[in-house]
């Protein structure tokens, strides 16, 4: 049963931490996305990835926020400093290369920055 | 004007009612359309796409798009207490590959009451 997995899948932070969230795209997807979900602004797009070369990270604060992909298995979202502004749910994406395709979602990673 | 627009709802509909779930979008270049159910405290996961004017069906889930008035929908026939979640509307700019980015609508809330 292939799957986008995260962890951590819960993160309870104090401000001014870092923090480091992984992922693991499905096997044999070539892009991978990495979304923020708020009740305010509902689901925002923050980087995405293909082929492990970063395409657009046009929605994420650049000055706190970093993503990368080390390899084709592990892509990571790190925020350092963090702020209580940063709470929110983080969910990493991945996608294939056929027609059809579309994003299948992890289980998201849930921040409290306290 | 955003991007992809939703009405927040709540949408509420009897138990084997039909829901109508609508969404608009502003770039006339889309040409694929996605529908994502979320669960409370759940990720999004893909119910269905669509990419040509018309009507898809797939179960009791019907897709309906109409690109001269940008406008696609979501049908639910017999609603049951399990389609209770939040949909989603996101649009692809380009009909082919799940690596390019989706912009989401912020999410209709249907409740299908007993």
């Known amino acids: 049963d292939a799957r986008v997995t995260q962890t951590p899948r819960h993160k309870v932070t104090e401000m001014g931490q870092e923090v480091t969230m992984r992922c693991q795209p499905i096997?044999?997807?070539?892009?991978v996305f990495w979304y923020r979900q708020t009740m305010m602004q509902g689901l925002e797009l923050l980087a995405y990835?293909?082929?492990?070369?970063?395409?657009?990270d046009s929605g994420m604060p650049k000055d706190r926020f970093s993503a990368e992909m080390p390899d084709a298995t592990l892509a990571t979202l790190k925020i350092q400093p963090s702020e209580p502004r940063d709470s929110a749910v983080y969910f990493c994406?991945?996608?294939?290369?056929?027609?059809?395709?579309?994003?299948?979602f992890g289980p998201g990673t849930r921040l409290l920055v306290l | 004007q955003k991007e992809v627009e939703q009405n927040s709802g709540p949408l509420s509909v009897p138990e084997g009612a039909i829901a109508s779930l609508n969404c608009t979008y502003s770039?006339?270049?889309?040409?694929?359309f996605f529908w994502y159910r979320q669960y409370s405290g759940k990720s999004p996961e893909l119910i269905m796409f669509?990419?040509?004017?018309g009507d898809k069906e797939d179960g009791r889930f019907t897709a309906q798009l109409n690109k001269a008035s940008q406008y696609v929908s979501l049908l639910i026939r017999d609603s049951q207490p399990s389609d209770s979640a939040t949909y989603l509307c996101?649009?692809?700019?380009?009909?082919?590959?799940?690596?390019?980015?989706?912009?989401f609508g912020t999410g209709t809330q249907l409740k299908v009451e007993l």
């Open positions: 994406a991945s996608g294939g290369r056929g027609v059809q395709e579309t994003q299948y």
């Open positions: 669509i990419y040509s004017n």
């Open positions: 096997l044999g997807h070539n892009t």
């Open positions: 996101a649009v692809n700019p380009r009909i082919t590959g799940g690596g390019n980015k989706l912009t």
């Open positions: 990835f293909r082929n492990r070369a970063p395409l657009d």
């Open positions: 770039d006339r270049g889309s040409q694929s």
